[in-house]
């Protein structure tokens, strides 16, 4: 099925008045990290905390305008369930959401919240939607894609039509792409409208599928993805969506796990914004210095925001360590009274904070009177930490860095 730019409008007439308008808004801060005049599409702040409810909420209205809707089935670890059982309720339509055995019971509570019957089934992903298109064929109920159907595309391109609203002017959009969904519908409307627009697509490095697809011109099915962006751990992309974003994205880019974890740190600190790290890559790839953005106006989506609070404090050490402010190391002292203290001191006339301390007599490489420091610290900058590491040498302190 084609997709034309009438399907995203009228996907944005459906979605009046269910959605929440959220402005683009520039922000000071990112504008001078990235060196461009740097805008931020806070769909971290849209219903279900997150854009997913954009594509479910078309998709399941458009069927009902074709007919009656009995119920409908999913297949999600996170965002697209909570989208699915919001719309689904909304639109007085039953929902079935499969979701993987390991899914944080917080996740679980929210989509049962917004009116759905989970099932449990699985260890991943994949095995809850094997198990949904399963039960799709034995229960009759509609199933809806998280990412591979044009009403679904067509409702999160409406991302791209508020955009234009609020910036009439905008030079380049970075959007994270897990399955592509989100990239499929912003690119389309975007370079349809004005193909002037550059528009990038981001992923994380260990679920680089869509990165590699581009490049390769044919889809890539990766064996594994390992990365702390769950929400864009895809194996794969559509084939609905890959057609779409080879033809209208202009490059896609990946970025680590620590980028993503300083981009999350920063919102916190300088936006007070709650950012999952899916939603924090494309701002991890405009601050990274990965891309050529210099002066231009920028808009970086940030997808959603249900960032498992269980999990939350590594990010927070992860964005730490990325941007300076907290280091690891470890090294040989002498095992006699007074060596912690004389090595404490130093540290502290370094203007560095002990926060982890780890005392290790019995590594085979030791002689009989030493031990091994392991070291966690809190600096306030990396040139600080370097100053740290400068002092602790010139004391006799071999520095190994973690």
Not at 80 to 96: D, P
């Amino acid at each position: 099925m084609d997709l034309h730019l009438r399907d995203i409008e009228r996907a944005a007439e459906r979605l009046e008045g269910v959605v929440h308008r959220i402005p683009v808004e520039r922000s000071l801060t990112f504008s001078h990290l990235s060196g461009s005049h740097l805008y931020l599409k806070y769909e971290n702040q849209q219903k279900t905390g997150s854009f997913k409810i954009r594509g479910a909420y078309n998709k399941i209205a458009r069927l009902l305008e074709e007919g009656a809707l009995r119920s409908v089935l999913a297949a999600s670890a996170g965002n697209h369930a909570q989208g699915v059982a919001y719309a689904a309720n909304a639109l007085g339509v039953k929902s079935t959401i499969v979701m993987p055995k390991s899914t944080p019971i917080a996740k679980i509570q929210a989509t049962e919240g917004y009116g759905a019957k989970v099932i449990l089934h699985g260890d991943n992903y994949d095995d809850s939607y094997a198990f949904a298109r399963h039960l799709e064929e034995e229960t009759g109920d509609t199933f809806i894609h998280p990412f591979d159907d044009p009403d679904i595309i067509a409702g999160q391109g409406t991302v791209a039509l508020e955009i234009l609203r609020d910036l009439h002017a905008v030079d380049t959009v970075l959007v994270p792409a897990g399955g592509g969904g989100l990239l499929a519908g912003v690119s389309f409307y975007l370079k349809t409208i004005n193909p002037r627009v550059r528009v990038i697509g981001v992923q994380a490095e260990g679920a680089n599928a869509i990165v590699r697809s581009f490049h390769e011109h044919g889809i890539v099915q990766l064996d594994r993805v390992q990365t702390i962006a769950d929400g864009i751990a895809v194996k794969s992309p559509g084939s609905l969506t890959f057609n779409i974003i080879s033809r209208y994205v202009d490059d896609m880019v990946s970025v680590t796990d620590d980028e993503i974890s300083a981009a999350i740190l920063l919102l916190l600190e300088r936006s007070k914004q709650v950012v999952e790290p899916a939603g924090a890559a494309a701002l991890a790839a405009a601050t990274s210095g990965r891309l050529d953005i210099a002066g231009q106006k920028v808009v970086c989506v940030l997808s959603g925001g249900n960032i498992d609070m269980s999990f939350i404090h590594r990010i927070i050490e992860k964005g730490l360590v990325k941007r300076g402010r907290q280091m690891k190391f470890q090294t040989v002292m002498l095992d006699i009274p007074g060596s912690l203290e004389r090595f404490a001191h130093v540290v502290a006339e370094a203007g560095a904070n002990i926060i982890m301390v780890q005392h290790d007599r019995l590594h085979a490489n030791l002689n009989l009177n030493e031990a091994i420091l392991h070291i966690a610290c809190e600096v306030g900058s990396e040139a600080q930490g370097r100053h740290l590491v400068s002092q602790l040498e010139q004391n006799g302190y071999h520095v190994t860095l973690e």
